[in-house]
């Protein structure tokens, strides 16, 4: 895996989104994270994909007991069904695998509910097999501070990268140059960006102004 040089970085025709048990049981028992601040960041996330054409897999565990995933999320991907599994490691599942594959893409870029369990378990199975892992943190929780950190200290010890969603949205996005995706970047940033978002709309509101003026 390539830590350093430009072919470190994510582009949006280089890697998948892999989104794993955003359910309602984990959500109600996350203690590392606000679940209200988790749902805006994993929504954020999957927006970001979907603006990118970066392929999303979801994903949930025992969905009848554990709950569907919040509409917010099915929402932005609304002709998708996701892959309900009974293993914690959805590594281990086939259809998964396959579906990743398929994409033909070897960065694979996971959030999840645990940290410690449904992030880590497939984060590091995936290393073995040659893909490159980019771990979002700020989308995923714990059951505790504790297990989210430790997860993510194991996690790296493997040679996964910790990332944030916003993170992901400049890495993918990059160049102003782009005005292609500017729309969206704006209309990510301001539902889900808290205080960056409000100074980027404050700052296209601005630049709006300028252009009707001139």
Not at 24 to 38: E, G, K, L, W
Not at 58 to 73: C, E, F, H, I, S
């Amino acid at each position: 895996m390539s830590k350093t040089g430009i072919q470190a970085l994510l582009t949006p025709d280089n890697c998948v989104l892999l989104l794993i048990d955003h359910q309602p049981m984990q959500f109600a028992t996350i203690q590392s994270h606000d679940p209200a601040m988790v749902l805006n960041n994993v929504v954020a996330l999957a927006k970001t994909a979907k603006a990118y054409g970066v392929p999303a897999i979801l994903t949930t565990v025992v969905q009848d007991r554990g709950g569907y995933l919040p509409k917010a999320l099915l929402d932005v991907f609304p002709d998708q069904k996701p892959i309900d599994r009974t293993n914690t490691n959805s590594w281990e599942d086939p259809r998964i695998v396959e579906a990743v594959k398929k994409t033909g893409r070897k960065k694979l870029v996971i959030a999840a509910l645990y940290t410690e369990i449904c992030l880590a378990f497939p984060v590091i199975h995936a290393l073995g097999e040659g893909y490159e892992v980019y771990a979002v943190t700020d989308a995923s929780a714990g059951v505790s501070a504790e297990a989210h950190e430790r997860a993510v200290d194991r996690m790296v010890q493997a040679g996964a990268v910790p990332i944030t969603w916003m993170a992901f949205l400049g890495e993918l996005q990059r160049d102003w140059a782009r005005e292609e995706t500017i729309p969206a970047v704006v209309d990510i940033q301001a539902a889900h960006g808290g205080s960056v978002g409000t100074s980027i709309a404050w700052e296209f509101q601005l630049l709006r102004q300028s252009a009707r003026n001139t």
